[in-house]
């Protein structure tokens, strides 16, 4: 099969996410790592759980969630592949062990899974799209989309990640919504 390093992304043409998803697996190897090591060269005492949730938001989803709005037909394997590297830094931060369970990882750091993240980026981004004016190529190929369906296009995934969140307005009032009211 062939991949294409596209602006940081990874490209096949296997029709799937997994050659990128593995990119960001390697570099979150070194990221994680170098969170690690500043979180114990800062002597935080107290307050070493809320730096690593900083550092967790900022540094490393900032890695491995770059252009994650823009994955297609996401599986729940691939999903699950970027969710365990949060997990691997959680139990590293946590020092426990693959037998507690990953629930309980999220609870007690009181952060969502990556899933969440992901959707919430897309959304957002949908919102952007919806926000442009009718010439714009973005939004006439979403509508296309709409108009078309396929099964795994952006599209669809943007209305399955509606349906799971419970999302009930229309693109319309998506549209007319401010940024900060349509993201909490």
């Not at 993240?117 to 190529?137: A, G, V």
Request: proline content about 2%; charged content about 30%; hydrophobic content about 40%.
């Amino acid at each position: 099969y062939i991949e294409h390093k596209y602006s940081g992304f990874v490209i096949s043409n296997k029709g799937n996410n997994m050659a990128n998803i593995r990119q960001v697996k390697n570099k979150a190897i070194g990221v994680v790592r170098k969170i690690k090591s500043r979180l114990e060269s800062l002597n935080l005492r107290q307050y070493y759980f809320e730096c690593a949730i900083i550092f967790m938001n900022s540094v490393l989803r900032g890695s491995i969630l770059y252009a994650s709005d823009m994955y297609y037909d996401l599986k729940e394997a691939e999903i699950r592949q970027i969710e365990r590297i949060e997990e691997g830094f959680l139990r590293k931060v946590l020092k426990t062990t693959m037998g507690c369970p990953i629930t309980q990882l999220y609870l007690e750091m009181g952060v969502a899974p990556a899933r969440f993240e992901i959707q919430k980026m897309r959304l957002l981004y949908l919102k952007n799209i919806l926000e442009d004016n009718e010439e714009s190529s973005r939004k006439k190929f979403f509508f296309l989309q709409l108009e078309l369906p396929t099964r795994g296009s952006w599209a669809q995934t943007c209305i399955n990640d509606m349906k799971d969140l419970r999302i009930t307005e229309t693109f319309e009032e998506i549209k007319l919504m401010t940024k900060y009211k349509f993201n909490s």
